[in-house]
T-cell receptor, first 112, second 111 residues
Framework: GAGVSQSPSNKVTEKGKDVELRCDPISGHTALYWYRQSLGQGLEFLIYFQGNSAPDKSGLPSDRFSAERTGGSVSTLTIQRTQQEDSAVYLC??????????FGPGTRLLVL | DQQVKQNSPSLSVQEGRISILNCDYTNSMFDYFLWYKKYPAEGPTFLISISSIKDKNEDGRFTVFLNKSAKHLSLHIVPSQPGDSAVYFCAARDAGNMLTFGGGTRLMVKP
């Protein structure tokens, strides 16, 4: 079936505004991950959902960041009161248990 | 402290020659290693992987070698093609299926 999809593909916002980023994982994948790639940097883990378990939020950089996953499928990453340092590519990945993670195309966020 | 490191930020190779990308890790609990390739404006795509119980895995032009005692793995691409030009990320997986990524190496294959 289709791969991981993310929307929007690009988002420009003003400092202080809230943004929501969406991820549609591969159908049937129980695990969903959010990563961030800042300019010139590697992939930074943010949050991990596995089935109905409590999410692993250990990578979230501040309490302005939150994520939810409704019905074990679609996930939304919310950044409140955005700052310029939040500018990055936000990547979502999904996998079956113990299997390879497959990534979406990412959302490029620019905070002015 | 970075648990997965790719010490070469960039690598330039002539078309047809071998490309060797290196990756070092510190956590001996990692049980699976993966390489991802990333083109600009796209998400990373899975390339090849290797279990910690093996020392080599080959898939076409791509071979990954694992040296557990040295906590080192490498990706060999031979022969290199211009379409291989991309950023390559090494990733290590722990028992919880969490991936830790290296910083990436930008490979440029010149025609």
């Amino acid at each position: 079936g289709a791969g991981v999809s993310q929307s929007p593909s690009n988002k420009v916002t003003e400092k202080g505004k809230d943004v929501e980023l969406r991820c549609d994982p591969i159908s049937g994948h129980t695990a969903l991950y959010w990563y961030r790639q800042s300019l010139g940097q590697g992939l930074e883990f943010l949050i991990y959902f596995q089935g109905n378990s409590a999410p692993d939020k250990s990578g979230l950089p501040s309490d302005r960041f939150s994520a939810e996953r409704t019905g074990g499928s679609v996930s939304t990453l919310t950044i409140q009161r955005t700052q310029q340092e939040d500018s990055a590519v936000y990547l979502c990945a999904s996998s079956s248990l113990e299997e390879t993670q497959y990534f979406g195309p990412g959302t490029r966020l620019l905070v002015l | 402290d970075q648990q997965v490191k790719q010490n070469s930020p960039s690598l330039s190779v002539q078309e047809g020659r071998i490309s060797i990308l290196n990756c070092d890790y510190t956590n001996s609990m990692f049980d699976y290693f993966l390489w991802y390739k990333k083109y600009p404006a796209e998400g990373p795509t899975f390339l090849i992987s290797i279990s910690s119980i093996k020392d080599k895995n080959e898939d076409g032009r791509f071979t990954v070698f694992l040296n557990k005692s040295a906590k080192h793995l490498s990706l060999h691409i031979v022969p290199s093609q211009p379409g291989d030009s991309a950023v390559y990320f090494c990733a290590a997986r722990d028992a919880g299926n969490m991936l830790t990524f290296g910083g990436g190496t930008r490979l440029m294959v010149k025609p």
